[in-house]
């Protein structure tokens, strides 16, 4: 059995313990990396783990091991003997049949977590501003990608650039985003880069080169993504490219406060029309991303959401066209932080 460890959480969790209260739950189960990271940073001294409980009378319990294990280890840390406790995201069914023998019944959680990561902390009116200067970062990011970027490039000249250019400008760290979309990847904890030759780590004409930005500022995540070609795109790449920014608008259209997030993801599947097509919704607070938005989910958007927009169109055999945003809810829709082009970059 792992050891597990508790401590009392930060006020930071006070909001998410009463959402828990209001729900009927008992506590709250995080295992995924961007719900752990939340929990954890508003709890100093505890150590990362597989799972994290979160307990409605504000305590934090970590634990590492398998999920199994660790989910029945903290459980038990933290005073958990029965009731109802919700799961932010889908378990494997060897969890549900260990903690239904000490009384516990899992539930669904994803849209309460999803909404505690996107939604501004109250009283905090210096948030948004420092969301906006993390996503400032990922535009410098973007600069030293697209000022230096060439036919026959090493793939790690191109990482070597944007982590000067970004440590320049205040940034220090990055976080790894863990829901990447298709292709081999390289890059840093500041850049992720898609579309180079696997063999030689180089870039070629023709090819969509992608790359994603993800700094850090004082624990704020910075998000963007682009895709570029070197020379000139072909019929099926500039078709996908012309796609991806339609659906890309369309999604952040339907991004309006009152309705359901969803309508964002339907919005894009409605304009991606037959081309293999995807798009992430995630929450952009506690220093990195949130599991994606699900398909089924009832959040409503809210003035002050920090969101970060994914798509993806793929061009058979080439790659993909990839995108991504920062995005902040406001009155009166979606407004982007990073401003980077929402559309496939063409370098003659």
């Known amino acids: 059995m792992p050891t597990a460890a508790t401590h009392q959480a930060g006020t930071g969790l006070d909001r998410l313990s009463e959402q828990l209260d209001k729900a009927g739950f008992a506590a709250l189960v995080l295992t995924s990396p961007g719900g752990r990271r939340y929990a954890l940073g508003r709890t100093p001294g505890l150590a990362d783990g597989t799972a994290v409980l979160l307990t409605t009378e504000g305590t934090v319990t970590s634990a590492a091991g398998d999920l199994p294990t660790a989910i029945t280890a903290v459980l038990r840390a933290g005073g958990v003997a029965g009731g109802v406790v919700g799961a932010e995201a889908d378990l494997p069914w060897e969890v549900f049949g260990q ?54 490039m090493d793939v790690r000249e191109l990482s070597g650039n944007v982590d000067r250019s970004i440590r320049r400008a205040g940034g220090l760290l990055g976080w790894y985003d863990p829901y990447g979309m298709t292709g081999r990847a390289a890059g840093s904890d500041l850049v992720t880069v898609r579309g180079h030759d696997p063999g030689t780590a180089r870039l070629t004409a023709g090819t969509p080169v992608r790359f994603v930005l993800h700094p850090l500022l004082e624990g704020v995540a910075g998000y963007a993504a682009a895709t570029a070609v070197l020379g000139e795109p072909d019929g099926p790449l500039r078709a996908a490219g012309a796609a991806c920014a339609a659906a890309t608008a369309s999604l952040l259209a339907a991004l309006r406060p009152g309705a359901p997030l969803r309508d964002g993801r339907e919005a894009f599947d409605r304009e991606a029309g037959e081309h293999a097509a995807a798009c992430r919704i995630v929450a952009l607070r506690g220093g990195g991303a949130s599991l994606p938005l699900p398909r089924d989910s009832e959040v409503t958007a809210e003035p002050g959401m ?43």
Do not use: N
């Open 99 to 152: 903690v239904s023998q000490a009384g516990v019944r899992l539930r669904p959680a994803a849209d309460l977590v999803f909404t505690e990561l996107a939604s501004g902390e109250p009283g905090e009116p210096g948030e948004l501003a420092a969301v906006a200067a993390a996503a400032d970062l990922a535009a410098v990011g973007y600069t030293a990608v697209m000022d230096h970027l060439h036919v026959g």
């Open 306 to 348: 920090v969101l970060g927009v994914r798509t993806e169109v793929t061009v058979p055999g080439r790659g993909a066209v990839e995108l991504a945003e920062t995005v902040v809810l406001t009155d009166s829709g979606a407004e982007p932080q990073a401003r980077t082009p929402l559309r496939l970059v063409e370098l003659h």
